[in-house]
């Protein structure tokens, strides 16, 4: 068997690498490179240095953007987590019809960004308008409605993976603490929680990137309105790529920028988590 696989290996990975190396790598080396770039098209960049660099910072937009995203990732990323691990809670209990509301809850996620966008600004608008407002009338309406879509969308996949974790918990552990004495708070505390640190992992990763990355609902919800002061860091790239003629350098390196942030925040998350799991 072991001869088999030796010998067939490179039959089953050399597509999937090319694959990676044409649809990922090479696209990305040519992304880095044209954001040192002006261009309209790849066949006509020219290198620029790091022009288009300095410009990101003085751009008010990206700033801004930049500082809205970050507030609306802090918010969605414990709102989302502490909402999916309560009810990840509540449906491991003994209780009749959990199947179905786990069914429920997950549904959501299955929905598109840009199908529930519009869905939810139907929905809000209506009942803002009862009080003479819209999302586009400042950006805290556009920032609340997004966290309520994401938490919305994301809540029940991540309810999932809690669900998992808590179920993978020995339930000697659980029993040998009531034993002792402890109360089911005391129980959460220093029993469930420690137990389900890896799934709080992946849970808090998924949250962070996805809500740094978010694009689908911002554009669907609100399209960066009013002024662009409810555009988050993926549509204002975006705008900026696509929007602004002879910004397609600048457009280029906000993406660059993006991704060493994203990557950057998400290792010293995953590094920070994963460091709890050792520890307990």
């Not at 003629?245 to 993406?255: D, H």
């Amino acid at each position: 068997m072991d001869k088999a696989i030796k010998r067939y290996f490179p039959v089953f990975m050399l597509p999937t690498l090319l694959a990676f190396l044409l649809g990922f790598i090479a696209p990305f080396v040519v992304g880095v490179y044209l954001s040192f770039c002006k261009f309209t098209t790849i066949t006509d960049a020219t290198f620029v240095g790091f022009s288009n660099y300095t410009k990101i910072f003085t751009d008010a937009t990206f700033v801004h953007a930049l500082w809205y995203t970050a507030l609306f990732t802090m918010v969605t990323v414990v709102l989302i987590n502490v909402l999916a691990f309560a009810v990840a809670l509540l449906l491991t209990k003994k209780i009749r019809g959990t199947n179905i509301f786990r069914t429920v809850f997950f549904m959501p996620n299955l929905i598109g960004g840009i199908i529930l966008g519009y869905i939810w600004q139907l929905l809000l608008n209506g009942i803002l308008l009862q009080f003479e407002r819209t999302l586009t009338y400042s950006s805290t309406y556009g920032f609340w409605g997004l966290v309520i879509l994401t938490c919305w969308q994301q809540v029940g996949y991540m309810m999932i993976i809690y669900i998992a974790g808590i179920q993978n918990i020995p339930g000697e552990l659980i029993e040998a603490a009531k034993i002792d004495g402890a109360n089911a708070r005391q129980v959460l505390k220093n029993v469930t929680i420690p137990m389900v640190m890896p799934s709080i992992t992946i849970c808090t990763f998924l949250t962070l990137t996805n809500s740094f990355k978010l694009y689908d609902q911002n554009l669907a919800l609100t399209n960066g309105e009013p002024s662009n002061m409810s555009e988050m860091l993926a549509l204002n790239i975006t705008n900026t790529f696509y929007g602004r003629t002879g910004y397609e350098g600048v457009g280029q390196a906000k993406a660059v920028v993006f991704f060493l942030m994203v990557a950057v925040i998400a290792v010293i998350q995953n590094r920070l988590t994963r460091s709890k799991e050792v520890q307990q």
